[in-house]
């Protein structure tokens, strides 16, 4: 018997849209006034982690993370958060990644409910900002649970929101985090960007261009891990 879909819930950088170079200019910033020099290949550390998580990795990697109290690091945190905003307000329907709007359409054709799972409390903003709100029957960010990524936490809570079974849900992630997160919410995971880093995904596709309805509802009624 054919196992059917109730939702599929979606990451927001590097899924619905690219908002990571955004990010990482936004913490390039703060790290430079700490004294900290970042790059890109380890801002590749930070795609999918929390806020609060991001800066503590940054403040490791520059050897300064007894230097500041919680306080301190909140107020950094909000720092950077300010930024970020003024820096996302460029965002338009324009920069919807491919393949997308053909797949929202596609669920939406086929009545299968759409969630967002990101660890950006900005996520609503963003939405607004490429017009897409419309298309998302419940959103769960940062604000709404304890735990980040990869706990299951914000993958869990949108599929109730959703009020779908995980085992009957999909998640699309780029990072491994989302990815680890997905699995250990007892979903299948679909990762986009590179196989050798996204291998515990259950489907894996290089872009988003590739995301196919099709191919997702046919490597899902394949999967043996879910009945």
Known sequence: MSKKIQAVIFDLDGVITDTAEYHYLAWKELAARLGI???????????GVS????LEKI???????????????????ASKNDHYKTLIKQITPDDILPGIRELLQNLKEEQIKIGLASASKNAPVILERLQ????????????????????????????????????????????LAGVEAIKSAGMFAVGVGPQ????????????????????????????????
Do not use: W
């Open 59 to 77: 403040l490791m990697h520059g050897g300064k993370e007894k230097e500041f109290t919680e306080e301190e690091k909140a107020e950094l945190a």
């Open 51 to 54: 806020r609060t998580d991001s």
């Open 37 to 47: 020099s970042i790059d890109r290949e380890f801002n590749e550390q930070l795609k």
């Open 196 to 227: 050798d880093i996204l291998k515990e995904a259950d489907m894996v596709v290089s872009y988003t261009s590739e995301l196919s309805f099709t191919d997702i509802l046919a490597n899902y009624q394949q999967s043996g891990s879910m009945v």
């Open 132 to 175: 897409l709100a419309s298309r998302f029957d419940a959103v769960a960010d940062a604000g709404a649970v304890k735990k980040g990524k990869p706990d299951p936490e914000i993958f869990l809570t949108a599929a109730a929101l959703l009020e779908a079974e995980p085992r009957h849900c999909i998640g699309i992630e780029d990072a």
